[in-house]
């Protein structure tokens, strides 16, 4: 079994991307399964049944949906082998950019929309900086220039990483997409996370609603950046 | 994969389309075309017909993975994937029909940024400035944000750029007429020498600057028109009626009266 973590920004691209890919996997006779994790709602399902794959939906709800992701990994690879797939494609729901949910034997795959302007690869942090490979989105919409001095961006933050510019209206760069999913190697034995998530329990986990400072207890950290335990 | 044509220094000699298919499926009429260097060919048709599909097939070294299904070859062979995507070896400069940039940065700093892109020399950014200040009437001043530059001054800059940072053996325009700028010039300073230039356009007088036009139609290539002897007449008079409408224009823009 192949496993694919696809990411990135809301509105970057990411489900029609992902779509085309899909097709070109087919084409070459292989057996995707999809499985969209979002926040609340979603309809992306219904786009990528179009396609005639085994799709299935997990929301996050009260749950950060990237460590829902990471949380439920394993039954998401045991549905996709029941369903006689050969690779399991994972599009996140892309929210906060602290989280990379990429395991290391994973094929991770960071979207990023060029109009968010070249600033933009140095603000996505580990969601780009561990990921594979990166695409870039909506590239028709800028200058050829623009399009170059954001990939040059982008290799400053993940030097290492395979770019591929893509479009999804046109299908442009699915091709090369869906052949680098095809040649990644098959995951094995334990995974680990690329990148640790960020800090965890303060109190609004727990469902604190009161915003004065007084109220919170755990690992904090102020505006100036300092960072302290507050509790027992 | 020829070595020959990996070496960034060695220009492409021809530039092939291989026809593809129109928007219903049906093959191009024109099954193939080579085209040399040194040479201007137009593309020209309705809008909606097909043309900035086919100079986004150039653009990308297309090879049957388009809705177009259409392949591109340099010196007859299919490009290795690194001439499509790394700036520092790409053979296509694109000047398309954006006219505004969404970059948060100074002229100066994104030109330096896109020099350093394209293996070059980041001091270029001031001799970009200058000649982009030679098209357009109010100048740009590097120290300016992108986003706030007029449609005209983007694109001066997007022309100059071209010429001097992205210097490649195959530019492709996108109706420049519609720039605000001087056509005639920006064309001159993006076809070089020995290039082989891509120009799609609605103008009259840049179709027939054009050696041939290739004419398309409902995201087909239809037809080859080489520019003949009458039309190279036709274009003399065209030529002659576009430099007085220029004049007329400026005297107008410099808020004087028409003599």
């Known amino acids: ?232 | 994969m020829s070595q020959a044509i990996m070496e960034q220094n060695i220009k492409p000699l021809t530039l092939t389309i291989q026809g593809g298919v129109d928007k219903d499926g049906h093959p191009d009429a024109v099954s193939e075309i080579e085209i040399a260097r040194g040479e201007i060919i137009g593309i020209v048709g309705p809008t909606g017909s097909g043309k900035s599909t086919l100079i986004a097939d150039i653009e990308q070294f297309a090879f049957g993975d388009t809705p177009s299904g259409r392949r591109i070859l340099i010196n007859s062979l299919e490009p290795a994937g690194e001439l499509r995507s790394d700036p520092r070896k790409k053979l296509v400069a694109q000047l398309s029909q954006n006219m505004h940039f969404l970059a948060d940065m100074s002229v100066e700093e994104f030109l330096r940024m896109h020099a350093k892109s394209r293996g070059k020399d980041p001091g270029l950014a001031d001799k970009v400035v200058a000649l982009a200040n030679t098209l357009t009437g109010e100048p740009v001043n590097p120290a300016f944000q992108l986003t706030i530059l007029s449609g005209g001054q983007s694109r001066a800059l997007m022309v100059a750029d071209i010429a001097v940072i992205s210097d490649s053996p195959i530019v492709l325009i996108d109706e420049i007429e519609n720039a605000g700028i001087k056509k005639q010039e920006a064309l001159r300073l993006l076809s070089g020498e020995g290039k082989i230039v891509v120009v799609v356009t609605h103008d009259p007088m840049l179709a027939l600057m054009a050696s041939r036009r290739i004419v398309m139609k409902n995201g087909g290539m239809t037809k080859v028109i080489s520019t003949n002897e009458d039309e190279q007449r036709v274009f003399r008079d065209v030529e002659r009626l576009d430099g007085w409408l220029t004049s007329l224009r400026e005297t107008i823009r410099q808020g004087e009266v028409v003599a």
């Open chain 1, 1 to 232: 079994m192949k496993m694919v973590v696809v990411a990135g920004t809301p509105g970057s691209g990411k489900t029609s991307v992902l779509m085309h890919a899909v097709k070109g996997l087919l084409r070459a006779g292989h057996s995707p399964a999809l499985v969209k994790i979002d926040c609340m709602w979603t309809e992306d399902d219904l786009r990528f049944k179009r396609l005639k794959v085994p799709v299935a939906v997990g929301l996050a709800k009260d749950m950060c949906p990237d460590h829902y992701a990471i949380y439920n990994f394993e039954e998401m690879l045991e549905w996709a082998a029941a369903q006689q797939a050969d690779m399991l494609l994972n599009e996140t729901a892309g929210l906060c950019l602290r989280c990379a949910p990429y395991p290391d034997k994973a094929l991770a795959i960071c979207v990023i929309d060029v109009t968010t302007g070249p600033n933009s690869p140095l603000k996505v942090g580990p969601l780009l900086t561990t990921a594979d490979a990166a695409v870039m989105t909506k590239g028709d919409l800028v200058s050829q220039a623009e399009r170059e001095v954001f990939r040059e961006r982008i290799l400053e933050a993940n030097p290492g990483c395979r770019i591929i510019e893509a479009n999804g209206l046109s299908g442009k760069g699915s091709a090369e997409l869906a052949e680098l999913m095809a040649s990644w190697p098959d995951i094995c034995g334990e995974m680990v996370l690329r990148h640790n998530p960020p800090l965890a329990i303060c109190t609004l986990c727990t469902g604190e609603l009161r915003v004065s400072k007084e109220h919170h207890r755990g690992v904090l950290r102020h505006l100036d950046g300092f960072m302290e335990y507050t509790g027992e």
